[in-house]
Structures are given as structure tokens and as C-alpha cells.
């Protein structure tokens, strides 16, 4: 493995935000693990930060170190050559050096990638410096991390600002829950098998829980969280898009613009469950969450939410669905239950036998593994049909599980969009949200629980 010499370069990340938690913590491994697989690229490292070109190599070396230990001290020496750094203010004049640095590179080279807060003003001003400075083409690359506006409105205006300078189609809004292998099995698992499809509706679906618990706090995001909560946090996005998965249509191919219209179809049909209010929504705040850095001592965010919906379309119509996520849970996991109704008569009830429902459980983490229920053990003394789970898991096969921002980092320098979120998902999971909190707001203090 070598670094691209400058001459040759097939593709070049510019990251901004290159010395935060984000890039240390995730980017650069996972720079490193494609790096190690053939698939390096160069980087550019922007931001207000000043920083040598060596002392930012040094900074990569040692996020890569601490996060994969197996790597030899000559891989990443190897690997942090291909790295340079460049500050400077977030505008049109500051980002000079940085376009001075880039001339030459093809634009259809050049991926941008914002590891920054999430904030408008930021955003606009890196977008618009670029622009200035003749940095954004059409085939021009860009990415940027949830969340995409804390509210419909936000998110409008964050989608017109991209609007002005980038089409759609080069725009990449990662949410990296979709970009875990888990996500990507559930896929192959409704559409590669087709002994699903004809029971994957309200006719033999009793109803589907999603559920995302952590077991921390929210440790140093009291800033962040106090403007968002769980619902905003969560649930409008890597909740919403599990949900999309389970329940969506079969697409008429795996082009993204196909999956992302299956998808839509799903997010412009939610509704409350029964189209009832306050009953479909539980809230709550863990013990001690007041006594966080930052956090006001008579806050009412939660960090705990239960939504019940359901999708009013013909295949799903009628079945109650719950996504829920929490903090300072008993366990941290991911699951994606879906349970089966019983039939009215069987054959077992002569002889007092009530069968268990069948029922389907994805965990996405930390299990990486799918159950399924069935009355598969028969006593014949009591002529009665007992539960057990069929479990297959990943771990036990030879199947390598990369992690999420391998995959998506992958993706984006493929310019793959199937794991990226479009500007229609986000506005219309917004709408639901919204709508959602519309309906929490003027109760919220009577309906926040403690745990």
C-alpha cells in the first residue's frame, strides 16, 4: 500500500472539522482500513486550527493507533503520508490557501466532507467559500453528518442552501446507521428471499417494534442535546429509516433512486397510530440527567421516547408500530421485532395447547444476528407445540463485518448514493416529527416521566 503521488491522484478528501472528535474517532480508521484494502486516497485536512503539515500526520497517527491496534507502526507511517493540513478562516478569503492547494486536482477528484457541528451559518460559510473559490463543479462530491435541521422549516433551508450550488445527485447526507452490514442484511433478507413477501403485511403481522437503548448518559453533548432531545436525536432519523427498511416495497432495482422512492412512499404515509394523539407517545428523562454539565436544572428534555404509528397504505394499514430510543438503558442494542398474529382455530386446542406467536427479531447490534421464532417442539404427553428460536448469526459464518463508516466512506468515493439519505426522505420525516412534537409540547411537563 502506498500513498497516491500527487501526480496520479484518483481522488482527494478535503475534510473539514480534521482534528474533532469525528474525524479521530471514526474517519481516520476507517480512512485506514480502505487505505490497507488498495482503496487510499489523499487528504486535505481545513480548518481554524492551526497545525503543521506534521504535527497533523502525527494527530492521524495517533486516532489510527488508538483505534486499530493490530495496524504495524509502517502501515500508518505509510498511511499518514498521504495526509496535509491547511487553516484558515471558514469564508471566501480564508479558504484561498485551500484552493490554491487543490489547483490542478480534476474536480471530479475533489470529495468534500463536512465533519463539523451541525450549524446553518457554518454550513453556508464553508459552502459559500468553496463556491468563491471555484471549488464546487458538477461532479463535484460533498457529504455532510446528521442532523439535516432540527425542524421542517430548518431543514428547507438547509436543502436550499446545497440546492445553490450542488445538484442532488452529488450531495451526501450520511446517516451511518445505514451504512452497518446489519442494515444492509435486512435488505437482502426481505428481498432475496421471497418466502417472506407474501406474509409481510397487516393480514399476518400482528405489529413491528424498533427499538435503539443505550446504556450512557449523553456524556459531553449536553449543548447539543438540550436543543434536541431523544425524538429529534433518534428517532426522525436512524429510527425512521430502520422503520423504512422493514416495511418499504420491493424497489424495481437497487439503484438508489429507486430505494430512496420506495422509501418515500413509506415516509409520506405515517401517521399516529389510529390517528389518536397523546396516547401514542410516552417521554421520559433518566435520574440525574439534570445534575449533567450544561444542562439546565428544570430541564424537560427527554432522553427516553416511544412513538406508536402506523403507515396508511393497504399492506400495512391497521398495524401498530413502535420506535423507541433511550439513554442510561439496562442494555445497549438494536432490535427490530416483528411479531405474527396467531390464528383463530388451531390445531392444538383440544388439547389446551395455546401456541406462541411466531415472531422475527433483527438485532442491528450488539448481536448481529436474526431470530426466529417457532413452535417447533412437540410433546407427546401433553400433544402440545412449544417455542424455539432459530437463530443465525453473522459472527458464527465466515462474514466480515466492516464498520459503518468503512462502508460509507466506500460508498461516497464510489458515488453511491444507496446509503446516503435524499432531500425528500429528510423533509418529510421532519413533517412527522414535527407534527409529533406539536402534539407533545403543551403537555410536556405533565407527561415526562422520570427513570
Not at 471555484?134 to 436543502?159: M, R, V
Request: charged residues 30%; glycine residues 6%.
Amino acid at each position: 500500500m502506498t500513498c497516491p503521488s500527487p501526480l496520479h491522484i484518483d481522488k482527494e478528501l478535503i475534510l473539514f472539522g480534521a482534528s474533532g472528535d469525528l474525524a479521530k474517532e471514526k474517519l481516520y480508521p476507517a480512512l485506514f482500513d480502505l487505505f490497507m484494502r488498495d482503496e487510499g486516497v489523499r487528504v486535505t485536512g481545513f480548518g481554524r486550527t492551526a497545525f503543521s503539515h506534521d504535527d497533523f500526520r502525527t494527530l492521524v497517527r495517533e486516532a489510527v493507533s488508538a483505534k486499530r491496534a493490530q495496524a504495524t507502526p509502517e502501515d500508518i507511517e505509510t498511511f499518514s503520508s498521504c495526509f496535509r493540513y491547511y487553516s484558515g478562516t471558514y469564508d471566501r478569503g480564508g479558504m484561498k490557501a485551500l484552493s490554491e492547494a487543490l489547483r490542478g486536482t480534476p474536480k471530479k477528484s475533489l470529495f468534500f466532507y463536512l465533519a463539523i457541528p451541525s450549524e446553518y451559518g457554518l454550513i453556508e460559510a464553508i459552502i459559500d467559500g468553496l463556491a468563491g473559490n471555484d471549488l464546487l463543479g458538477k461532479t463535484t462530491s460533498l457529504a455532510l453528518e446528521k442532523p439535516f435541521g432540527s425542524d421542517l422549516a430548518s431543514a428547507k433551508q438547509l436543502n436550499a442552501l446545497l440546492a445553490r450550488h450542488l445538484d442532488e445527485s452529488q450531495i451526501y447526507r450520511l446517516d451511518h446507521y445505514l451504512a452497518k452490514d446489519m442494515v444492509r442484511d435486512l435488505f437482502a433478507l426481505r428481498f432475496a428471499n421471497p418466502i417472506f413477501d407474501p406474509v409481510w403485511n397487516s393480514r399476518f403481522i400482528r405489529d413491528i417494534t424498533i427499538e435503539i437503548w443505550e446504556d450512557e448518559g449523553i456524556r459531553k453533548r449536553a449543548e447539543y442535546y438540550e436543543r434536541s432531545g431523544a425524538i429529534r436525536d433518534m428517532l426522525q432519523n436512524h429510527a425512521l429509516e430502520l422503520l423504512a427498511f422493514t416495511t418499504m416495497d420491493q424497489p424495481k432495482s437497487q439503484d438508489p433512486e429507486d430505494i430512496h422512492h420506495e422509501k418515500i412512499r413509506i415516509f409520506r404515509k405515517l401517521r399516529l397510530f389510529g390517528n389518536e394523539k397523546l396516547e401514542n407517545i410516552s417521554i421520559g428523562q433518566y435520574d440525574g440527567y439534570r445534575k449533567e454539565p450544561l444542562v439546565a436544572s428544570d430541564s424537560l428534555v427527554e432522553t427516553r421516547a416511544s412513538i406508536r404509528l402506523e403507515i396508511d397504505t393497504p399492506r400495512w394499514r391497521g398495524i401498530p408500530i413502535t420506535i423507541a430510543s433511550g439513554k442510561k438503558m439496562p442494555k445497549k442494542t438494536t432490535d427490530i421485532t416483528v411479531t405474527f398474529r396467531k390464528p383463530e382455530h388451531t390445531l392444538w386446542e383440544a388439547s389446551g395447547c395455546a401456541l406462541a406467536e411466531n415472531r422475527i427479531r433483527i438485532n442491528i447490534q450488539p448481536e448481529n444476528e436474526i431470530r426466529l421464532r417457532l413452535n417447533s417442539e412437540f410433546s407427546t404427553e401433553k400433544k402440545c407445540a412449544y417455542p424455539a428460536d432459530l437463530r443465525f448469526a453473522f459472527a458464527d459464518n465466515a462474514y466480515s463485518f466492516k464498520e459503518p463508516y468503512d462502508n460509507a466512506l466506500h460508498d461516497f468515493f464510489a458515488k453511491d448514493q444507496g446509503t446516503f439519505l435524499n432531500a425528500q426522505e429528510i423533509l418529510l420525516s421532519w413533517k412527522f416529527i414535527d407534527s409529533v412534537l406539536a402534539v407533545i409540547e403543551p403537555k410536556r411537563r405533565e407527561i415526562l416521566e422520570k427513570y
